[in-house]
């Protein structure tokens, strides 16, 4: 009640993910993951896991593949720059969207 | 029991009786001894406190701040350009809700440099959301720290009790020393409506847009514009939570008055002079000088100052003849703070129900400019004849 | 001191949601995300103005899972005292009070207050986050600008005066710690506030955040910049505890290396440099040298 209360009439924020909208929106360019060149992935262990540590927004998980949450990805390309086996690759945006819009023109 | 001792000290046993436990304090003549005395309870061990030595006011109201929004009780004290130091502190105080109770020791402002007492200070942070009470007579500070303490966590809006520099801060006086049990009754530990703590985790008073917005449980949250109507709309109804602090005040103390206003010989009053803090009692002996002469002259001296008990002073101003408003500040390019305010008091509160009583405003004592009795009673009684100007007219100009 | 962390042992904990508003690319999500694995969940802080306000998101939505006052501007520290004062009376001595602000808040309007905590000894960690001018406002110069840079209120002359050394002016207060770190070097980070966390008074970490809308780079070349900040001998990693200067981390390997990059990749990758002629680079490699030859000298 008296946190309800102080909450009506202060600037106060609880916290939770997409302060900034789905800022997967921001992307030109997506990061896509070859398997085969990934180090925890050819090893079968945990290893490396560089993207995960330099990834700003936080949506490279530290996972056997890593994997990349689009909801957020802005595109920002440092888990390619910094990928020590190049496994990273960040591709032109539109190519997903125009994937996209064909598989929906296939349903239709 | 009855002690003899100055201004400063009063207010500083009154933040003692309070148990604040957390002071921060930039010195500034003529609050010094306030602070000083404080930081001596606290090494002497007899208050249980933080205190501590900021570089600067900005900086004291800024540790006030944050120690209030994880939970403490805290205080500071200032003056003059010490308050105008901390202004943007003191317009956050009142956005974020914190319950901080400030002593403005009144002084006057630079430029030029000025020392002695006048109200410039602490007139112009009325606009701030702070509740603002005057004090009149020791007895009255160390009250007015012990109700405001009160007041401001009732409420959660932050306090500043004033009282004139030099002529209340250095200057002794019998009052009444309160016991700590019946402060304590009176004052129980505080228990905010929500403290920081990583137990129960939240970013205060970051950047609130415009509009209102979502928030993580899916809810519509309040937008900066609510939060600051209900700054305003909480400060209105502090009036009657005032009202409920002397009542309480009364029954364990034993003392009280009206919560808004000071009379002094107003019910068959023609002419009520008004003013703020010791200047209200000087007057008295004007008062009674001027009753002996037949005049029919009273005293309103305001206490609360924000939020504005207009009704209050509407209401003893009713069937006036005249009101005089004696000021040791304006709103410079237009008059008197208080004339103004009372003005639209009146209009609010009177007009259209009879003759509404002139209003003269008088401005004296700027930059402790001494406020002579003799003065005093010659331009009150001027005034119960006619009225002097429409225009503020200045007590005690040597042009 | 603590045993050097590897990407494996860092705790996985996030203190931070995704979605933020940063920048694409911001250095300063990749600094704070692994300084709040650091410092843990009994902990509070205080942000002024800054690209961290913004971070950590507007009303009613926090991105942050901990604590967190924001404050005025000049009284980052002044805030960071109040809340320990409050901790002490409620014998809660064992959270962490951290402040995270950026370099205007600190070396410019903030220095004041800071002064006044690290003089009084309040015992916070103080994170200058230095992405070199007053990025969240439009990239502004402030007292951190290298010279030479271009902001937008130095728009064509470029910075005239130096980068003021903040660490120094810390250093100068008999701290227990004081460290620079950058965001390319987040694991160095993590462990110097293991380190520091425990130091009696006010800690000091000066971090250095490539920003790339201030600094004028493709984003995906963040961690390679400001990796080259430090092999060039251009900005030194170290700790001073106790008034003992030792370099660090990457720095010190090339004191053992003796070898730098050439400071004008470092200045050549990034647009706002792009008035520096090569006269002036050429001064800047001279300075680098003289430091550095110091550097040698000591270790010898």
Same mark, same amino acid.
Request: aromatic letters at 8%; hydrophobic letters at 40%.
């Given at each position: 009640?008296?946190? #309800?209360?102080?909450?009506?009439?202060?600037?106060?924020?609880?916290?939770?993910?997409?302060? @900034?909208?789905?800022?997967?929106?921001?992307?030109?360019?997506?990061?896509?993951?070859?398997?085969?060149?990934?180090?925890?992935?050819? #090893?079968?262990?945990?290893?490396?896991?560089?993207?995960?540590?330099?990834?700003?927004?936080?949506?490279?998980?530290?996972?056997?593949?890593?994997?990349?949450?689009?909801?957020?990805?802005? @595109?920002?390309?440092?888990?390619?720059?910094?990928?020590?086996?190049?496994?990273?690759?960040?591709?032109?945006?539109?190519?997903?969207?125009?994937?996209?819009?064909?598989?929906?023109?296939?349903?239709? | 029991?009855?002690?003899?001792?100055?201004?400063?000290? *009063?207010?500083?046993?009154?933040?003692?009786? %309070?148990?604040?436990?957390?002071?921060?304090?930039?010195?500034?003549?003529?609050?010094?001894?306030?602070?000083?005395?404080?930081?001596?309870?606290?090494?002497?061990?007899?208050?249980?406190?933080?205190?501590?030595?900021?570089?600067?006011?900005?900086?004291? &109201?800024?540790?006030?701040? /944050?120690?209030?929004?994880?939970?403490?009780?805290?205080?500071? *004290?200032?003056?003059? $350009?010490?308050?105008?130091?901390?202004?943007?502190?003191?317009?956050?105080?009142?956005?974020?809700?914190?319950?901080?109770?400030?002593?403005?020791?009144?002084?006057?402002?630079?430029?030029?440099?000025?020392?002695?007492?006048?109200?410039?200070?602490?007139?112009?942070?009325?606009?701030?959301?702070?509740?603002?009470?005057?004090?009149?007579?020791?007895?009255?500070?160390?009250?007015?720290?012990? =109700?405001?303490?009160?007041?401001?966590? =009732?409420?959660?809006?932050?306090?500043?009790?004033?009282?004139?520099?030099?002529?209340?801060?250095?200057?002794?006086?019998?009052?009444?020393?309160?016991?700590?049990?019946?402060?304590?009754?009176?004052?129980?530990?505080?228990?905010?409506?929500?403290?920081?703590?990583?137990?129960?985790? /939240?970013?205060?008073?970051?950047?609130?847009?415009?509009?209102?917005?979502?928030?993580?449980?899916?809810?519509?949250?309040?937008?900066?514009?609510?939060?600051?109507?209900?700054?305003?709309?909480?400060?209105?109804?502090?009036?009657?939570?005032?009202?409920?602090?002397?009542?309480?005040?009364?029954?364990?103390?034993?003392?009280?008055?009206?919560?808004?206003?000071?009379?002094?010989? %107003?019910?068959?009053?023609?002419?009520?002079?008004?003013?703020?803090?010791?200047?209200?009692?000087?007057?008295?002996? %004007?008062?009674?000088?001027?009753?002996?002469?037949?005049?029919?002259?009273?005293?309103?001296?305001?206490?609360?100052?924000?939020?504005?008990?207009?009704?209050?002073?509407?209401?003893?101003?009713?069937?006036? =003849?005249?009101?005089?408003?004696?000021?040791?500040? &304006?709103?410079?390019?237009?008059? @008197? /703070?208080?004339?103004?305010?009372?003005?639209?008091?009146?209009?609010?509160?009177?007009?259209?129900?009879?003759?509404?009583?002139?209003?003269? $405003?008088?401005?004296?004592?700027?930059? +402790?400019?001494?406020?002579?009795?003799?003065?005093?009673?010659?331009?009150?009684?001027?005034?119960?004849?006619?009225?002097?100007?429409?225009?503020?007219?200045?007590?005690?100009?040597?042009? | 001191?603590?045993?050097?962390? $590897?990407?494996?042992?860092?705790?996985?904990?996030?203190?931070?949601?995704?979605?933020?508003?940063?920048?694409?690319?911001?250095?300063?999500?990749?600094?704070?995300?692994? @300084?709040?694995?650091?410092?843990?969940?009994?902990?509070?802080?205080?942000?002024?103005?800054?690209?961290?306000?913004?971070?950590?998101?507007?009303?009613?939505? *926090?991105?942050?899972? &901990?604590?967190?006052?924001?404050?005025?501007?000049?009284?980052?520290?002044?805030?960071?005292?109040?809340?320990?004062?409050?901790?002490?009376?409620?014998?809660?001595?064992?959270?962490?009070?951290?402040?995270?602000?950026?370099?205007?808040?600190?070396?410019?309007?903030?220095?004041?207050?800071?002064?006044? *905590?690290?003089?009084?000894?309040?015992?916070?960690?103080?994170?200058?986050?230095?992405?070199?001018?007053?990025?969240?406002?439009?990239?502004? #110069?402030?007292?951190?600008?290298?010279?030479?840079?271009?902001?937008? $209120?130095?728009?064509?002359?470029?910075?005239?005066?130096?980068?003021?050394?903040?660490?120094?002016?810390?250093?100068?207060?008999?701290?227990?710690?004081?460290?620079?770190?950058?965001?390319?070097?987040?694991?160095?980070?993590?462990?110097?506030?293991?380190?520091?966390?425990?130091?009696?008074?006010?800690?000091?970490?000066?971090?250095?955040?490539?920003?790339?809308?201030?600094? +004028?780079?493709?984003?995906?070349?963040?961690?390679?910049?400001? #990796?080259?900040?430090?092999?060039?001998?251009?900005?030194?990693?170290?700790?001073?505890?106790?008034?003992?200067?030792?370099?660090?981390?990457?720095?010190?390997?090339?004191?053992?290396?003796?070898?730098?990059?050439?400071?004008?990749?470092?200045?050549?990758?990034?647009?706002?440099?792009?008035?520096?002629?090569?006269?002036?680079?050429?001064?800047?490699?001279?300075?680098?040298?003289?430091?550095?030859?110091?550097?040698?000298?000591?270790?010898?």
């Amino acid at each position: 009640m008296g946190t #309800r209360n102080y909450r009506r009439k202060t600037s106060h924020s609880e916290n939770g993910p997409g302060d @900034g909208g789905r800022t997967g929106s921001w992307r030109v360019e997506r990061p896509v993951l070859d398997q085969s060149l990934c180090i925890p992935c050819k #090893r079968n262990k945990e290893a490396c896991f560089i993207c995960w540590l330099f990834c700003p927004e936080i949506v490279i998980s530290r996972t056997i593949p890593p994997k990349v949450d689009l909801e957020y990805c802005k @595109g920002c390309g440092i888990c390619a720059e910094e990928c020590p086996t190049k496994a990273i690759t960040m591709v032109d945006e539109a190519k997903f969207s125009e994937e996209d819009t064909e598989k929906k023109k296939k349903k239709d | 029991m009855h002690i003899i001792e100055n201004g400063n000290v *009063a207010a500083a046993l009154g933040v003692k009786l %309070c148990r604040a436990n957390v002071i921060a304090a930039y010195p500034i003549t003529p609050q010094t001894p306030l602070t000083e005395r404080l930081s001596e309870y606290v090494e002497l061990g007899q208050m249980k406190a933080e205190y501590i030595p900021v570089e600067s006011e900005h900086s004291a &109201l800024a540790v006030c701040i /944050a120690a209030s929004s994880a939970g403490a009780r805290t205080f500071t *004290a200032t003056s003059a $350009n010490g308050l105008l130091y901390m202004h943007e502190q003191v317009q956050w105080a009142s956005g974020a809700r914190l319950p901080i109770v400030m002593c403005v020791v009144n002084r006057a402002v630079g430029a030029p440099w000025n020392v002695w007492n006048d109200q410039q200070d602490s007139i112009s942070q009325r606009d701030t959301g702070w509740i603002q009470i005057y004090c009149s007579d020791h007895q009255q500070i160390i009250d007015s720290v012990i =109700k405001a303490f009160w007041l401001a966590e =009732k409420v959660s809006i932050p306090i500043m009790v004033c009282y004139d520099g030099y002529i209340l801060s250095h200057t002794y006086m019998p009052f009444d020393l309160p016991e700590q049990e019946k402060v304590d009754a009176f004052l129980p530990p505080f228990k905010p409506d929500y403290a920081l703590s990583p137990d129960e985790p /939240a970013n205060l008073n970051t950047v609130t847009l415009p509009d209102v917005r979502t928030d993580v449980k899916g809810e519509l949250a309040h937008g900066y514009m609510e939060i600051r109507y209900l700054l305003q709309e909480e400060l209105r109804t502090t009036l009657t939570a005032a009202a409920e602090a002397e009542k309480r005040f009364a029954g364990i103390f034993g003392r009280s008055g009206d919560p808004y206003i000071e009379p002094y010989r %107003c019910d068959d009053a023609d002419y009520v002079a008004v003013g703020l803090g010791s200047i209200t009692y000087q007057l008295r002996v %004007c008062v009674d000088l001027l009753r002996k002469e037949g005049i029919k002259v009273g005293i309103m001296g305001v206490r609360f100052y924000r939020p504005f008990p207009d009704a209050a002073i509407a209401n003893a101003l009713k069937g006036k =003849k005249g009101v005089i408003v004696f000021e040791k500040a &304006l709103s410079y390019g237009y008059e @008197g /703070a208080l004339a103004s305010d009372l003005k639209s008091a009146l209009y609010e509160h009177l007009a259209g129900a009879g003759t509404l009583p002139f209003v003269q $405003n008088f401005i004296l004592g700027i930059g +402790g400019r001494e406020i002579r009795t003799d003065d005093l009673t010659q331009a009150l009684r001027a005034a119960t004849k006619s009225r002097v100007s429409k225009e503020p007219a200045w007590i005690g100009l040597k042009l | 001191m603590q045993a050097k962390t $590897n990407i494996l042992s860092l705790p996985t904990q996030e203190f931070v949601h995704p979605g933020t508003r940063a920048c694409t690319g911001c250095g300063l999500a990749i600094a704070y995300r692994v @300084g709040l694995k650091a410092l843990g969940k009994d902990t509070m802080l205080v942000v002024p103005p800054s690209c961290l306000t913004v971070l950590q998101g507007l009303f009613p939505v *926090a991105s942050t899972k &901990l604590p967190c006052l924001n404050v005025t501007f000049a009284s980052t520290a002044a805030a960071a005292t109040g809340i320990l004062a409050t901790l002490k009376t409620q014998g809660k001595e064992h959270i962490t009070v951290a402040a995270w602000a950026g370099d205007g808040g600190t070396s410019d309007i903030g220095l004041q207050a800071l002064s006044g *905590a690290a003089e009084r000894g309040d015992n916070f960690i103080y994170f200058c986050y230095d992405n070199e001018g007053y990025m969240n406002t439009g990239v502004q #110069r402030s007292g951190t600008t290298p010279i030479g840079a271009i902001t937008a $209120n130095t728009p064509f002359k470029g910075k005239l005066q130096q980068k003021k050394d903040v660490p120094a002016i810390m250093a100068a207060h008999n701290l227990s710690y004081v460290a620079t770190c950058s965001a390319a070097y987040p694991l160095d980070l993590y462990d110097k506030i293991k380190n520091c966390v425990n130091l009696p008074g006010t800690k000091y970490i000066h971090i250095h955040i490539p920003c790339p809308p201030g600094w +004028g780079y493709d984003p995906r070349y963040g961690i390679k910049i400001g #990796r080259l900040a430090v092999e060039t001998g251009y900005y030194d990693l170290y700790e001073i505890i106790n008034g003992e200067f030792k370099l660090t981390a990457a720095s010190e390997k090339l004191v053992e290396k003796r070898k730098l990059v050439p400071v004008i990749e470092y200045f050549r990758a990034q647009s706002r440099f792009r008035i520096l002629t090569d006269m002036q680079i050429a001064d800047i490699q001279n300075q680098i040298d003289k430091k550095w030859a110091g550097y040698y000298k000591k270790d010898e």
